[in-house]
């Protein structure tokens, strides 16, 4: 270790490839995030780890509904094109529902608007993606604690792995110990509970495909938060997400939304509950030099919960950034963040303000969507399709100027 210390680049590079269990780069995580970071890194020769608690391919409570502008990102940014064999559904079509009002805004494009995957097999193609890369996954592995010594020491289920730079790609509830001579300290995807959007999702056997063919969303199921159905190819993905003001009883409130899409007769294969934790990225982009990507940094879309687009893409950006750092860990942190700050962070901002409007503010954006329902739904569309953004502040506060005075 301590002749690590007074090695180049270069030679730190040769040296680690002479001990097993020391990485250029290790990532916590084989979630879509962690995957594409490893792939990225482990493709440019950089010799990476990747180190998952579960043994894959692990189900994750998701509606796996994959944007078209991501599809497309993944193809044209990381030459991945999506197989087949892995894609369930596509929607070329969606509906937005407002109960309240009985209004119901439909959507139709002539690509996929939503690509439905069922996430084992989409993560473990990704995984597998970075494996044929050169990375190195070591599952069914949990990281417990990380210490910072000359390398970060990272202690796990399986061992203990060191490698100086580490990206933690552990999602929502990865909690992992930090050491280090002053203090201890636990390292989350989030700062505190009000951070996380709780959801629950259920698999329900599919006895009528014509029921729901398209992505549904159903914007006012309840307080601060919406429903969803996406079509698989034998199930219906059904769940529901609560804005983090509301103390709600989830599994009652599904129990409710089954019962209004005429599914509560069919038993679920599976009810899982998870979080999705937004606008942690406020606090910090890393910890103690620990560059976060996806949930871990909380980069959820918070009208939406969608985080996939911003998990794959964080990934690929924190490679990015290391790559063009040298493997500097302090150096890779300014430039992920300079990246981050390029659209991610911008549009996080802007979306924050619209899902206070939608959800904490129910008369407000219900009058909305009475009078602009269908240009709003068109205008998602072209959000989830890559051609355009969110709106700015000024557009929004433009339009609510109209419609209130
Ligand atoms: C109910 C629900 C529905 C959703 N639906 C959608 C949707 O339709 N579309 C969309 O875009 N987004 C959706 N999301 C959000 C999306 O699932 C997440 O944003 C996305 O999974 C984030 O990817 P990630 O790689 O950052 O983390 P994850 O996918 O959570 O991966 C993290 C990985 O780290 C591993 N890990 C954790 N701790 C440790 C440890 N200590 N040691 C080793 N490994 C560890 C975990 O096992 C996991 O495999 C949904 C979320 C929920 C909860």
Redesign the pocket.
């Known amino acids: 270790m301590l002749l690590i210390r007074y090695c180049t680049y270069t030679q730190t590079v040769m040296i680690s490839r002479l001990l097993p269990n020391r990485f250029d780069v290790a990532i916590?995580?084989?979630?879509?995030?962690?995957?594409l970071a490893a792939m990225n890194l482990a493709g440019k020769g950089i010799k990476t780890l990747i180190?998952?608690?579960?043994t894959?391919p692990?189900y994750?409570?998701?509606?796996?509904?994959?944007?078209y502008r991501?599809r497309n990102w993944l193809k044209e940014s990381a030459g991945l094109e999506i197989p087949d064999s892995i894609i369930e559904s596509e929607s070329f079509q969606a509906g937005f529902r407002i109960h309240a009002n009985n209004l119901m805004f439909e959507v139709k494009r002539n690509v996929p608007i939503?690509t439905m995957v069922m996430?084992e097999q989409f993560?473990y193609w990704l995984t597998m993606q970075a494996v044929n890369q050169g990375a190195e996954l070591v599952d069914n592995?949990?990281?417990?604690s990380i210490k910072k010594d000359i390398d970060f020491l990272i202690t796990?289920t399986g061992g203990v792995f060191c490698a100086p730079v580490v990206v933690l790609?552990?999602?929502?509830?990865?909690?992992?110990l930090f050491e280090s001579d002053a203090d201890k300290q636990l390292i989350t995807?989030f700062h505190n509970y009000r951070e996380m959007?709780p959801?629950?999702?259920a698999e329900i056997p599919m006895s009528d495909n014509e029921l729901f063919p398209f992505a549904r969303f159903d914007l006012d199921m309840n307080k601060g938060g919406y429903g969803?159905v996406?079509p698989k190819k034998t199930s219906y993905?059904v769940?529901l997400?609560v804005n983090k003001k509301s103390r709600t009883n989830l599994n009652r409130l599904l129990g409710d939304y089954l019962r209004l899409l005429k599914l509560d007769q069919v038993k679920p294969t599976i009810v899982?509950?998870?979080?999705?934790p937004y606008q942690a990225w406020a606090n910090s982009i890393s910890v103690q030099g620990i560059l976060k990507?996806?949930?871990?940094?909380g980069?959820?879309?918070p009208v939406?919960?969608?985080?996939?687009?911003?998990?794959?893409q964080?990934?690929w950006m924190a490679a990015e950034a290391i790559i063009e750092s040298g493997l500097d860990p302090r150096l890779s942190e300014k430039v992920y963040l300079n990246k981050l700050g390029l659209k991610i962070l911008p549009q996080l901002k802007i979306a924050t303000r619209l899902a206070g409007i939608l959800y904490n503010q129910p008369k407000l954006s219900k009058m909305i969507f009475r009078t602009k329902g269908q240009e709003i739904a068109e205008n998602f569309t072209e959000v989830f399709l890559g051609n355009r953004d969110y709106p700015t502040e000024k557009e929004v506060f433009s339009v609510l100027r109209k419609l209130l005075f």
């Not at 994750?60 to 944007?67: E, Q, S, T």
């Not at 592995?141 to 417990?144: D, G, I, R, W, Y």
């Open positions: 916590i995580g084989a979630g879509p995030s962690g995957s180190l998952e608690k579960e894959l692990r994750k409570a998701c509606g796996g509904g994959l944007v991501t939503i996430r993560d592995t949990k990281v417990l796990t790609a552990s999602g929502a509830l990865g909690k992992i995807g959007m959801a629950l999702e969803w996406f993905s769940g997400v899982k509950g998870h979080t999705i990507t996806g949930d871990a940094m980069l959820a879309d939406v919960g969608e985080g996939l687009s911003n998990a794959l964080s990934g």
